[in-house]
């Protein structure tokens, strides 16, 4: 039998713990999963590409069946590249749906072959964002309970106010 591949498509960025309860239990439903960060063409990035991905690789590193790959382009296109018949997203709140609801339609139009599946998140991840975490971090908060602890560092020395302030004193 061919093997079961799903795709965790987001921007991760950067990655919580949000997004690994829904890998996690993804990696648990599937052969393979591939943890994909893409471009949301939305929104303006703080971490490099190559910045997100490693935070994804190291976050994912104990789960045995996870890839992390790097795409920019068409997540329906992608998903038919690597033979995926499923595109898994966390679903936080009412907030997410109509959104969500959108892009997946749009996926199954560009890719009849793969359906999107919604993950309900942990309770306790409900009001959690990378945004949030940023917004804590930048201002000198703590974040350990958000994020992965093999991340904090990554985060930390971009994010802290104190390496702000660095580049400030150094005109940059
Ligand atoms: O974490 P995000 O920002 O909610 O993830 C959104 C993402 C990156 C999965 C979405 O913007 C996406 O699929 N981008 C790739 C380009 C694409 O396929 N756009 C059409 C989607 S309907």
Redesign the pocket.
């Known amino acids: 039998m061919s093997k079961r591949v799903a795709i965790c ?4 960025d950067c990655i919580t713990l949000g997004h690994l309860d829904i890998i996690t239990r993804a990696a648990a439903m599937f052969d393979e999963i591939i943890v994909v960060a ?6 303006t990035y703080t971490f490099t590409p190559e910045e997100r991905v490693s935070m994804i690789k190291k976050a994912t590193t104990g789960i045995k069946n996870v890839q992390v790959d790097l795409y920019d ?4 296109e992608y998903a038919a590249k690597k033979g995926a018949s499923a595109i898994i997203k966390g679903l936080r709140a009412m907030s997410d749906f109509e959104y969500e609801f ?2 997946a339609l ?2 199954k139009k560009l890719n009849p072959e793969v359906e999107t599946l919604f993950l309900t998140t942990s309770a306790e991840n409900m009001y959690l964002s990378s945004s949030m975490v940023k917004q804590i971090a930048s201002m000198g908060g703590d974040v350990s309970d958000f994020v992965p602890s093999v991340i904090l560092d990554d985060i930390l020395k971009k994010l802290s106010p104190e390496k702000k302030q660095k580049h400030l004193n150094n005109g940059g």
């Open positions: 498509p987001g921007s991760f893409m471009n949301n063409q939305q929104k382009g068409l997540l329906a959108q892009m749009t996926n």
